[in-house]
Structures are given as C-alpha cells and as structure tokens.
C-alpha cells in the first residue's frame, strides 16, 4: 500500500482564499484523522471520521473550518477563508481500530502559509 | 482531560543511552504510545505500551508505570540518524482520540 497521500504538499494562498486539502487513507482503515501542528500548539487533532462519518470536531478552531469525508478513500478539510494564523502543516492519519490500541499512519502533511 | 508532559530537548552523544520522560494526567487510560518525528516529515509510529512494564523493539525500548501515570522511552547505542522529536501520546477514555505529549527534540552529537 502507498500509504496515506495527502495533496497538495506545499500551499501558500492569500488571507480571505478559500483553501481545500485532500486526503486518501490506507485502503481498509476505518478511522481518520485530521491533525494541525505548529511550534506554539503542537500537535493538535482536529476531527475524526470513523466509517465515513464525523465523529468528534471538537478540535476543530472555528466555523471556518469543515471537514468531509464522502467515501471511504477520500477527505477534505477546508478553510474559507483562511487567515495566517491558520498557517500550519496539516496531517491527516488513519488507522484500523481505536487509537488506544491501534497504530496511525500518517500522511507526509500539507504545509500550509497564508499571507 | 488529557495532559501529558515531557521535557522539550535532549543533546547526547553518539553511541550512548538517552532516556525521554513522560507524565500523564488523563481521565481515563488505554496506554501509552510513542512517537517519532524527523525534520519535516511525518510522525512514526515507534511503541505502544498498554500494560506495566518494559517493551522493547530493537535498540527502542518503552516503559509504563500506570501508579505513577509515568512511561519513558528509551533509546540506546543512539545513532546520528536518531536526531529526531519524540512524542508520547494517549488516547482518549473511549479509546479513539489521541492526545500528544508537546514533543522532545532529541539532538545526537558525534
């Protein structure tokens, strides 16, 4: 398996853009997972998605922010419209089962900076 | 909640033995995982502990004391390529959500 891909890799975009970042977990995995890290904050889980649907979005920063996952291969998360300080690298993980005694996999992440 | 704490650097030598700290508050405990993360890339899973007691994986080796809500990651005979940060991380009390540790920048020197 490729593992989980996410794209694109780099974004810089304009305050006000909308910006949309993608994700394909391991084919299988029933559990997804959006995180954000920065120096400040590290490492910070946004939502997750189990079997396709939105579980927990607590973590998610504000209205701002929306996450999707449409089919089992395939999520986004959105930002619109976006601010700097939204400027992050963005990880989305899967993972078989529950985290507690499930491995994530994580994707290579999107660095995201917003001007 | 979840809170996990560790210390944010670490230096040690090439070839020697370093230790990573984590203590944990949590409102519910499924285990204690770690983490590795290089420059730029993405965080790795290394080890999982659920149980007390000593875990080792090759020159890794992890340790849980759930009285002490305390775990550590051990790392020995450290090469270069070690030069890392290391995360411990716990799952929520039902199992899903992790909750990292602020990460430990662990610099090896030759």
């Given amino acids: 398996d490729a593992g989980v891909i996410q794209s694109p890799r780099h ?10 970042l993608r994700c394909k977990p391991i084919s299988g995995h029933d559990y997804l997972f959006w995180y954000r890290q920065t120096m400040m904050r590290g490492l910070e889980l946004l939502i997750y998605f189990n079997n396709n649907v939105p ?37 989305c993980a899967s993972s078989l089962g529950l985290a507690g005694t499930d491995t994530q996999y994580f994707g290579p992440g999107t660095r995201l900076t917003v001007l | ?16 033995i370093v230790q990573i700290n ?15 993360q290089h420059d730029g890339g993405a965080p790795t899973f290394l080890s999982y502990n659920a149980l007390d007691g000593l875990e080792e ?51 090896v020197k030759p």
């Fill in chain 1, 11 to 20: 974004e810089v975009t304009e305050m006000g853009q909308e910006v949309t």
């Fill in chain 1, 55 to 91: 579980i927990d979005d607590s973590g998610m920063p504000e209205d701002r922010f929306s996450a999707k996952m449409p089919n089992a291969s395939f999520s986004t998360l959105k930002i619109q419209p976006s601010e700097p300080r939204d400027s992050a690298v963005y990880f």
């Fill in chain 2, 1 to 16: 909640g979840q809170s996990l704490e560790q210390p944010s650097e670490v230096t040690a030598v090439e070839g020697a």
């Fill in chain 2, 22 to 36: 984590c203590t944990y508050q949590t409102s519910g405990f499924y285990g204690l995982s770690w983490y590795q």
């Fill in chain 2, 57 to 107: 994986t090759g020159r890794f080796s992890s340790f849980l004391s759930r009285s002490d809500s305390y775990g550590y990651l051990l790392l020995q005979e450290l090469q270069m390529k070690d030069s890392a940060s290391y995360f411990c991380a716990a799952p929520d009390n039902a199992g899903n959500m992790l909750t990292f540790g602020g990460g430990t920048r662990l610099m």
